[in-house]
């Protein structure tokens, strides 16, 4: 369904259950955001903040559930997109034999039409109030935490265009407010507006961008799908409202946006001149992203509806809204990669430990030796799934979505020398961990029951499984403890507070050759400040703190063979220690003082029983610093 402007969507949200309106007056400096961290971990209601000295009100965590996501995209379910868009490529790829064949594709084709954008004459809703003067601080933009490099613009939807092809791109790169009209433009190296500016460039011409916030929903999801390029996010966006976006000229560029915008940010980008310093920023990792330079966007018009409301969002430490726009997307882009490049595939997750992209499972129809592998490889070649660290792939009929059947697939059919694989790639620029910018290791787990050709030896299934917990701990006192409750299915997880170099690889040969670990498939390292009995904490840390080409080994024993069970060093990585070069982030936690100021303003919010903040766990896990961790 269609959504005339976000208002109809908070009417909606409200008439659900779905929605609190907070009167009390919250500063969108820190404030919203705890309290929205609060709500958001613990499955809580989309939030409307009335009162924050500011014309506009608030609206957050609108899509932090999956009845909120499938309220904004008007469905049921995730996967009924799915099945729509499999029913649309099985229709569009079936050989057409007769005349009549082809005439009853006639409907289809007209329905694709009618989802098309549309350019409409005059000016829209978007655009009933011009500011004046642009001024970015009318706005409540909200800082989200404590080392925020400023208030960031956080569901921005981002309009450029290519200067040769004039193919439109939409995506969403947040936006840190320097002045009234000027932000810096976060579009990272492998985004297609980067691609953009890059031609602009070339060209020497300055580059027209304009920003939208609000009105329909399905705007903003769109902005965040991983659509192929030259493909029009919206597009996407009619086929999912089932009614073409109609969309209007901005008034200072010749770009479009969609008629129905909450607020229209209009401006430019200069290639000729010279990057602000951005950041840093908390981020969907969970850490900060640390600052760095990106393009100035100069703002030249702000226009609004006359009841305008601001959206925005917060990410950090998983579970956050951003684990259902990560989920829809996950549902609804099945079936293409199905049906257009892995036919074998019949499920797939990218769990929110993982934060979208580090790691993947992946079940298959196995048909042949190697199928496994060619399914990872396939993948990290497919558009964004560049970026994943871990790919798991499994054949067995099993719920991929509980870890531990997963786990113990894993435990039967993996012999951890033949069945793991390491390559490298191209990694997210948010990830800290690669040894390089944007390039890194992957880690590839073949988890399929395997033909006679993928055997190099029987797997034998009777040995014995040992861990000298008490030994260990009594005789090397840099381990702060050991979790071995899923040593049966192939993990064991150690802490170690490290203080010298090489400090993991040595301790790693040291209890293999002592015999102190046996035929345990993967053993994890992670840091002492970590609760190792919390599977989905140490999942989310591990999966952020290691570059796979560097971390994952196997060590030898003195003849020169590998023992049995891959290392995964899930830990800090130090200059002094690791010889890594690169500065270490923080992880994303809110200070004590708002902390406090939320806590005593609980009662007046009107949600209901009071929740402590989620930062009080990981404010323990802070290393000295502020945003970048000290050396």
């Keep these: 369904m269609a959504y005339k402007n976000i208002c109809k969507f908070i009417d909606k949200l409200e008439k659900s259950g779905e929605l609190v309106k907070i009167k009390t007056f919250t500063d969108p400096f820190l404030e919203i955001s705890e309290i929205t961290d609060r709500v958001s971990k613990n499955r809580g209601p989309a939030l409307l903040f009335e009162n924050t000295g500011y014309n506009f009100?608030?609206?957050?965590?609108?899509?932090?559930?999956?009845?909120?996501?499938?309220?904004?995209?008007?469905?049921?379910?995730?996967?009924?997109?799915?099945?729509?868009?499999?029913?649309?490529?099985?229709?569009?790829?079936?050989?057409?034999?007769?005349?009549?064949?082809?005439?009853?594709?006639?409907?289809?084709?007209?329905?694709?039409?009618?989802?098309?954008?549309?350019?409409?004459?005059?000016?829209?809703?978007?655009?009933?109030?011009?500011?004046?003067?642009?001024?970015?601080?009318?706005?409540?933009?909200?800082?989200?935490?404590?080392?925020?490099?400023?208030?960031?613009?956080?569901?921005?939807?981002?309009?450029?265009?290519d200067p040769e092809t004039g193919t439109r791109n939409v995506g969403m790169?947040?936006?840190?407010?320097?002045?009234?009209?000027?932000?810096?433009?976060?579009?990272?190296?492998?985004?297609?507006?980067?691609?953009?500016?890059?031609?602009?460039?070339?060209?020497?011409?300055?580059?027209?961008?304009?920003?939208?916030?609000?009105?329909?929903?399905?705007?903003?999801?769109?902005?965040?799908?991983?659509?192929?390029?030259n493909f029009d996010e919206y597009l996407l966006a009619g086929f999912l409202r089932k009614q073409k976006v109609e969309l209007v000229k901005c008034i200072t560029n010749d770009l479009e946006v969609p008629a129905d915008a909450d607020f229209v940010i209009e401006g430019f980008v200069d290639p000729a001149e010279d990057f602000i310093f951005e950041g840093p920023f908390?981020?969907?990792?969970?850490?900060?992203?640390?600052?760095?330079?990106?393009?100035k966007f100069h703002v030249t018009c702000i226009t609004h509806r006359k009841d305008a409301v601001y959206p925005t969002t917060i990410v950090g430490v998983p579970p956050m809204e951003d684990e259902w726009l990560g989920k829809a997307t996950e549902r609804i882009f099945l079936s293409p990669i199905k049906m257009t490049m892995l036919p074998e595939i019949e499920d797939m997750i990218m769990p929110v430990e993982g934060v979208f992209h580090n790691i993947t499972i992946v079940k298959i129809k196995k048909s042949y030796a190697g199928q496994g592998r060619k399914v990872a490889h396939s993948l990290w070649g497919a558009g964004q799934m560049m970026f994943n660290k871990v790919m798991i792939v499994i054949d067995r009929n099993i719920d991929i979505s509980d870890y531990r059947e997963v786990m113990k697939v894993i435990s039967q059919t993996v012999d951890p020398e033949n069945d793991i694989f390491i390559a490298k790639g191209p990694a997210d620029v948010l990830d800290h961990a690669s040894k390089k910018f944007a390039y890194g290791g992957k880690l590839g787990i073949d988890a399929t029951d395997k033909y006679p050709d993928?055997?190099?030896?029987?797997?034998?299934?009777?040995?014995?499984?040992?861990?000298?917990?008490?030994?260990?701990?009594?005789?090397?006192?840099?381990?702060?403890?050991?979790?071995?409750?899923?040593?049966?299915?192939?993990?064991?997880?150690?802490?170690?507070?490290?203080?010298?170099?090489?400090?993991?690889?040595?301790?790693?040969?040291?209890?293999?050759?002592?015999?102190?670990?046996?035929?345990?498939?993967?053993?994890?390292?992670?840091?002492?400040?970590?609760?190792?009995?919390?599977?989905?904490?140490?999942?989310?840390?591990?999966?952020?703190?290691?570059?796979?080409?560097?971390?994952?080994?196997?060590?030898?024993?003195?003849?020169?063979?590998k023992f049995y069970g891959l290392a995964i060093d899930g830990t800090r990585k130090y200059k002094a220690l690791d010889g890594f070069d690169r500065n270490w982030p923080n992880t994303v936690t809110q200070n004590e003082e708002t902390i406090k100021i939320v806590d005593e303003k609980w009662d007046q919010l009107g949600l209901g029983p009071f929740v402590p903040s989620p930062s009080l766990k990981y404010i323990k896990q802070l290393y000295p610093g502020k945003a970048t961790a000290e050396e």
């Design 57 to 161: 009100p608030v609206l957050i965590n609108a899509f932090g559930s999956e009845k909120r996501m499938c309220l904004a995209l008007g469905i049921n379910k995730f996967d009924d997109f799915a099945d729509e868009i499999l029913s649309l490529l099985k229709d569009f790829s079936t050989p057409k034999i007769t005349l009549f064949d082809k005439l009853k594709m006639l409907p289809a084709l007209g329905q694709i039409a009618s989802w098309m954008p549309k350019s409409i004459k005059g000016r829209g809703a978007c655009q009933e109030v011009i500011m004046p003067e642009p001024d970015l601080t009318k706005l409540p933009v909200i800082t989200c935490w404590p080392h925020d490099g400023g208030p960031f613009i956080t569901l921005p939807v981002v309009h450029t265009k």
């Design 173 to 229: 790169y947040r936006m840190q407010v320097f002045g009234k009209d000027l932000t810096g433009m976060h579009w990272q190296l492998h985004k297609n507006s980067a691609r953009h500016f890059n031609a602009y460039k070339k060209l020497g011409k300055k580059m027209p961008v304009t920003v939208i916030l609000g009105g329909d929903p399905v705007y903003t999801y769109a902005a965040t799908a991983p659509m192929p390029d």
């Design 282 to 295: 908390g981020d969907h990792t969970g850490f900060y992203s640390l600052a760095d330079y990106y393009p």
């Design 454 to 561: 993928e055997v190099e030896e029987r797997l034998v299934t009777d040995v014995l499984i040992k861990v000298g917990t008490a030994a260990i701990l009594k005789n090397y006192p840099e381990v702060v403890q050991i979790n071995e409750t899923l040593k049966n299915q192939g993990f064991l997880i150690i802490s170690v507070k490290k203080d010298r170099k090489n400090h993991i690889r040595i301790l790693h040969k040291t209890l293999m050759e002592t015999g102190l670990i046996r035929n345990i498939k993967f053993i994890i390292y992670t840091e002492h400040i970590l609760d190792i009995d919390d599977f989905a904490d140490v999942t989310w840390r591990v999966a952020n703190n290691i570059d796979p080409a560097r971390d994952c080994f196997f060590t030898d024993d003195e003849n020169g063979d």
